[in-house]
């Protein structure tokens, strides 16, 4: 277990968050659990229609498939504060 798996939690609330609706809200079959750890290892990402591109890069950054390039809190922290002041 890394940080790197909180990462990815908070990124995939934080699209919920910014979107307004349930993430995977889809039309990929998700009646086992199989079905849906397949779909996110091989990529699947919920949708950000409707967020800032600067909200786009932090949160794709948070959930990046290869665990080693995803921020740490820190630079989120950092990076949403600089969102936050040029608001």
Request: charged content about 15%; glycine content about 8%.
């Amino acid at each position: 277990y890394t940080g790197a798996v909180d990462v990815y939690s908070f990124a995939i609330m934080a699209a919920q968050v910014m979107v307004g609706k349930l993430v995977y809200d889809t039309e990929v079959d998700f009646s086992t659990q199989y079905n849906f750890m397949s779909a996110v290892c091989n990529g699947l990402r919920p949708g950000l229609a409707g967020c800032s591109s600067e909200v786009k890069s932090i949160i794709t950054k948070c959930w990046d498939g290869n665990v080693s390039s995803r921020s740490s809190f820190h630079d989120v922290v950092l990076k949403m504060g600089t969102v936050v002041d040029n608001y």
